[in-house]
């Protein structure tokens, strides 16, 4: 998924401007990824080690001026996540979070993606807010979520429900009890 055309220029420029990176290796992106997608950016950026989780989370909340969420603290309602379909959600790299009233707020990769939010709200009337995320955690949750085995009270999914898990503080079901 591209978010927009200039995303690359843009997270550049803050990540320059909060002193994360300086301006040599910000030429140096731009000019190897201004066509490039905005999870090839991330991932490349993370793996090489140039900005952590942390700067990057808060680049791209500056850049899309939403708070940012680590997918990976957060414990996210299977129920919720599964009430819309897996492809639509891995297609748009969108998780949502929770339902507070006519309120969804759902953690997206590019919150600014034309027509989201419209999309999101054909899977119920809600007024959507936003929160931005990594793609690559987004989508690896998604499959976490709906590729978990199935748990007892509470219903969690990605790395909240391992951690229970392995506490053996959630009791799982096995084959013989069905």
Do not use: H, W
Request: proline fraction near 4%.
């Amino acid at each position: 998924m591209v978010c927009e055309k200039n995303f690359v220029v843009g997270i550049v420029a803050v990540l320059v401007e909060n002193k994360v990176i300086s301006g040599k290796e910000a030429n140096a992106l731009v000019q190897n990824f201004s066509n490039q997608s905005a999870a090839t950016f991330d991932e490349f950026i993370l793996s090489e080690g140039l900005v952590s989780k942390e700067d990057l989370l808060n680049a791209l909340s500056e850049y899309y001026q939403v708070p940012p969420v680590d997918v990976r603290g957060y414990f996210f309602d299977t129920g919720l996540v599964k009430s819309m379909p897996k492809d639509f959600l891995l297609r748009y790299s969108v998780l949502p979070m929770e339902v507070e009233q006519n309120i969804m707020t759902v953690v997206a990769a590019c919150p600014d993606l034309p027509g989201l939010d419209s999309k999101l709200e054909e899977y119920g009337a809600y007024v959507i807010e936003f929160r931005v995320g990594l793609q690559r955690d987004i989508n690896d949750l998604i499959e976490e979520c709906y590729e978990e085995p199935i748990l007892t009270e509470p219903d969690l999914c990605g790395e909240a429900a391992e951690e229970l898990i392995e506490e053996d503080e959630i009791d799982l079901i096995s084959d013989e009890s069905i």
